[in-house]
């Protein structure tokens, strides 16, 4: 088993995310922390403990982070996510406290306590990643690596070719790709072929579980906001994909490359350069996914949660 911590800010997709993580034997879910990104701090605390309670786990510890990017103002997906930031199924339901320290130095703790070193998964903005990495250097040798969803090696969604969580703090982006630690970066170009189709929700309510069924009322409001949004006819599920890729790397196919943020560009900040044919002659600093295994992906996500979910 490998020992991870999620960053997340939920949003439907970080909801997922979070199931295949707690629900694959293959990893160790030491804590959850949350980020500003898809709603507000408090929604997306809010949102993890929901998950985590429909999911039956207790004991992994929840850790409220930093509620603005680095730089500039807080800027929400309210018209994918909803108000709540997971709209759609009703998630009134009992859950635990949020631990009394910040996101930050629960990382720190962690990471410091661990025997074997600590894969972060990254699915929302990287500010507390980032701030973890300038506040407490010491910790990198226990940080096995990155593996963050964000940025694209084409186009974006937020901006022509900005990806949402790179766009909100794109500081933060820079601080994590310059850092020297080993990255995957999980992009748009390998998430809009994970799409909930009308079948892949069929498999979720077919489940049979209160679980099953949030999945699907999560991924139909999904479709509704990504069809009205985007015009696309089934909504990419984006960060499910970055946690797969820690239980079996070969559900993607990377290629190690450069990949710098645009901090200034005037139309472009927030986009990641990808070079994929070296023609910088910088050193790669990141492991992008260029292809996806989707089935074997899907198979991994219902697997995790038909494993968690009791009638
Ligand atoms: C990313 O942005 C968020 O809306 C999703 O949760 C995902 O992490 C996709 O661009
Ligand atoms: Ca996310």
Known sequence: ???????????????????????????????????????????????????????????????????????????????????????????????????????????????TESAEPVTLIALGPLTNVALLLRRHPEVAPGVRRIVFMGGSTGRGNTTPYGEFNIVTDPEAADIVLRSGLPTTMIGLNVTHQALATERVIADFRGLGTRLGTVCAELMTFFASAYLREFDFPHPPVHDPIAVATVIDASIVRTVAAPVAVELTGAYTRGATVVDLHHRTGDTPNADVAVGLDVPAFWHLLMTAVRRLGAP
């Open 1 to 111: 088993t490998e020992n991870v911590i999620v960053d997340c800010d939920p949003g439907h997709d970080d909801a997922l995310a979070l199931l295949l993580a707690v629900g694959d034997p293959r990893l160790r879910v030491l804590g959850v922390t949350t980020v500003a990104g898809n709603q507000t701090l408090d929604k997306t605390t809010r949102n993890a403990l929901r998950m985590l309670a429909l999911a039956g786990v207790d004991g992994v510890p929840v850790a409220a982070g930093c509620d603005r990017p680095l730089v500039g103002d807080l800027s929400v997906a309210e018209y994918i996510h909803g108000v709540s930031g997971l709209d759609g199924p009703d998630l009134d339901l009992p859950v635990a406290d949020v631990a009394g320290v910040h996101a930050v130095e629960l990382m720190r703790r962690l990471i």
